[in-house]
């Protein structure tokens, strides 16, 4: 498992759809975007460090991480280990799925789907007017971090301030406080779940992968393949017993017009579209 080896996850089309929105930013003082916000001691203060899993800082922030000969923490960017008491990987139930991605708000709007939309705190301050239209259409919205950084690879206190600025974005924006959280590049480890739980936060990732990403950097990826894999899990047995989460994003026009094609495909295998918190049995995605 590799680290994307890119800044294309940075930007969503989430924002990208809609270029000519009238930016009137967040008020308030916000970390600069592009980068992992300072530490700030209000929000390191609210945490517990002696119930924080020590596992070592990733000294490799791009490229292959740095796995651990033997796998003490849980480092799932390595191993793919995840942990069931904290972890959200897939939809318990049979026949559910949760579909998290990026916009196409007008095409979701037009099926009634609600999906999770899991976002960049530095978009939600440059951007909140597109935040609230998802929060308005029922869309659950989730923590993407500030910045878009690997996690392990930044002292606690940046993870702190990743997600928590995140968190008062999100809350200045939409006016709800967030309980799902995912690690960008799904890296994340025991520290990470352990700072997570402490903010109130469920990490969440997945069990199918579109690899839809690869098509930003990859001339050899074609993008039939996302429908091709779409088609593949809803007709594989082993898939049936339980429901699924799927990554996919939509930061190119590209691959968000393989949305309206996905969608049919789950609504005729019978497969339900839900957002995570429901697919959960969580009535609420927000404290
Ligand atoms: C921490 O909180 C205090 C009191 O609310 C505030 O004056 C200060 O600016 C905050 N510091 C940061 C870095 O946000
Ligand atoms: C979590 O995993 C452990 C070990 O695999 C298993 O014994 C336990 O039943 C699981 N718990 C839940 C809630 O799935
Ligand atoms: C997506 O399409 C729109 C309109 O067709 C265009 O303005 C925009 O630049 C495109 N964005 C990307 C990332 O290709
Ligand atoms: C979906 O459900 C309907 C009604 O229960 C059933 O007739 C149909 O065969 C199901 N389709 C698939 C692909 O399982």
Not at 187 to 207: A, V
Not at 251 to 257: E, G, R
Request: one cysteine or more.
């Amino acid at each position: 498992m590799k680290y994307v080896n890119s800044s294309l996850f940075l930007f969503s089309a989430l924002w990208m759809l809609l270029p000519t929105s009238i930016i009137a930013v967040l008020p308030g003082t916000w970390p600069a975007a592009g980068n992992p916000p300072p530490a700030n001691a209000n929000y390191t203060s609210l945490i517990d460090r002696s119930k924080i899993r020590n596992a070592p800082l990733n000294q490799a922030t791009q490229g292959t991480p740095n796995c651990p000969a033997t796998d003490t923490y849980c480092y799932w960017t390595c191993t793919l280990c995840t942990r069931n008491d904290t972890d959200i990987i897939r939809c318990p139930k049979s026949l559910d799925w949760g579909l998290t991605l990026d916009d196409v708000l007008d095409y979701l709007d037009t099926q009634n789907v609600k999906v999770t939309f899991f976002v960049i705190g530095a978009n939600v301050y440059q951007n909140p007017d597109i935040l609230q239209r998802a929060f308005k259409a029922g869309h659950q919205i989730g923590v993407h971090t500030w910045s878009h950084t690997a996690l392990t690879s930044q002292s606690t206190e940046v993870v702190i301030a990743e997600l928590k600025y995140t968190i008062d974005a999100i809350k200045a924006a939409v006016n709800v406080t967030p309980k799902y959280m995912r690690p960008p590049f799904g890296d994340y480890d025991d520290r990470i779940r352990d700072i997570s739980t402490q903010l109130g936060l469920k990490p969440t990732i997945w069990d199918l992968d579109t690899n839809d990403w690869m098509s930003a950097d990859d001339p050899t990826f074609r993008l039939s393949w996302i429908t091709g894999n779409f088609n593949e899990w809803v007709s594989d047995p082993t898939l049936k017993s339980t429901g699924h989460i799927s990554l996919e994003h939509d930061l190119y026009n590209q691959t968000a017009a393989q949305i309206p094609l996905v969608v049919p495909i789950l609504l005729k295998a019978n497969y339900s579209i839900k957002t995570v918190h429901d697919c959960v049995g969580d009535p609420s995605a927000y404290v």
